[in-house]
């Protein structure tokens, strides 16, 4: 502090600001810069993301519509489909009445509830068929049910 004292009054504040001058261009250099440096990158990355989002996005689209395309091949007709659930569930249909709306009225008689249960399940989740509406009654025997079942395709 001495030696600043001993400068004349124009060199202290020559000195000052210098200092000021030398201390705003490190602010600059070790803050600044660097911050705005991370944010460039930053944004450049979003940018390459949101592309990259853009391509999963379209894939995603085209494997949905091949998947909906292979399972509307492969379910052939709704009557088949129902009568594939049918048979992997052992339920013996009693009558199978298409309409011409294009939905299918399905008879079971004295099946096993939990059957009957396995085999809605399978119609909406793995064949992708719409139960417009089911009468489920009780059979004679324990556990036993009468059902009416319309279905239809969704697609």
Do not use: C, H
């Not at 119609?123 to 279905?151: C, F, H, K, P, Y």
């Amino acid at each position: 502090m001495n030696w600043f004292y001993s400068r004349t009054r124009r060199e202290q504040l020559y000195l000052l600001l210098m200092g000021g001058v030398v201390s705003l261009w490190l602010i600059l250099q070790l803050a600044i810069l660097p911050a705005n440096r991370a944010s460039r990158a930053m944004a450049d990355n979003n940018v390459a993301a949101t592309e990259v989002l853009g391509r999963v996005d379209q894939k995603a689209a085209r494997l949905i519509q091949l998947r909906s395309e292979q399972a509307q091949g492969s379910r052939g007709s709704l009557t088949a489909a129902i009568s594939r659930a049918s048979e992997l569930e052992e339920l013996p249909v009693r009558r199978l009445q298409p309409n011409s709306r294009g939905e299918v009225q399905v008879r079971f008689e004295s099946v096993d509830y939990d059957n009957l249960v396995r085999w809605l399940y399978r119609l909406e989740s793995i064949e992708g068929l719409l139960v417009l509406d089911a009468a489920i009654t009780q059979a004679g025997r324990s556990g036993g049910v009468n059902a009416t079942v319309r279905v239809a395709d969704p697609g």
